[in-house]
């Protein structure tokens, strides 16, 4: 699922595309890896936060494992214990240019990007929760791809429209979970030839560029 996405657009148009006050001094990249900082809307403001929940997994000797961040909530295990608190009563807003998934041979893959038609940024629906390891965290929600990506991955972010932000943020979680349908719009498809680990150009006659970062550690 989504572990890259972008956001190309500068803090004061996010205020005015949004409705919300932008703190000088939010954390975000262009680019948002899973386990990093990345902006989103809750309580009538935009936050930075981790995008992951951190989720701590055990050895074979029953030893505590580094925790890993888990960044996408399928739609249909929102009702797990592990998201359904965040769900219920933390929901936000997740402002995204692009969105990026893997396309391609095993260790060679390259980024192919996800974008709605136009320049403005759209909201994907996201849920949060305080954290003891990494303070503040969301998540993204995940629903079944639209026909335009099936080749490349079964699901995609919920894609929310501006009349359905406030029912997603302030309605109930039925209401809420109404709203978690696959896109049905025309989406915008580039495909690049970057590496997907790091986004340089992949050369034809280069050996395969193992890297142990976020984005590689899901293929």
């Not at 990093?36 to 936050?47: C, D, E, L």
């Not at 769900?87 to 041979?105: H, K, Y």
């Not at 965290?137 to 791809?145: D, F, G, L």
């Not at 049905?184 to 280069?206: A, H, I, K, M, S």
Request: proline share 8%; net charge neutral; aromatic share 10%.
């Amino acid at each position: 699922m989504c572990n890259l996405y972008r956001l190309r657009t500068a803090k004061a148009e996010i205020s005015q595309i949004f409705r919300v006050e932008v703190p000088a001094g939010a954390n975000f990249g262009e680019e948002v890896v899973k386990g990093y900082p990345g902006v989103m809307i809750t309580g009538g403001r935009a936050q930075s936060m981790n995008w992951g929940f951190p989720r701590v997994l055990r050895g074979k000797q029953g030893q505590k494992l580094a925790p890993t961040a888990v960044n996408n909530a399928r739609s249909d295990n929102l009702a797990s214990p592990f998201w359904q608190s965040s769900f219920e009563t933390r929901r936000c807003l997740i402002p995204v240019s692009q969105w990026a998934e893997p396309q391609g041979e095993d260790r060679r893959m390259t980024r192919t990007w996800y974008a709605l038609p136009g320049d403005m940024p759209f909201a994907v629906g996201g849920i949060w929760r305080p954290t003891d390891m990494w303070g503040n965290c969301y998540s993204m929600v995940m629903v079944p791809a639209s026909p335009q990506m099936q080749e490349v991955h079964d699901r995609m972010p919920v894609i929310l429209r501006r009349e359905d932000w406030d029912r997603w943020l302030g309605g109930s979680a039925t209401q809420a979970f109404d709203l978690c349908r696959t896109w049905e719009g025309r989406l915008e498809v580039e495909r690049r030839q970057d590496r997907w680990v790091d986004g340089q150009p992949l050369l034809e006659d280069e050996p395969p560029k193992l890297q142990d970062l976020p984005l590689f550690k899901d293929l």
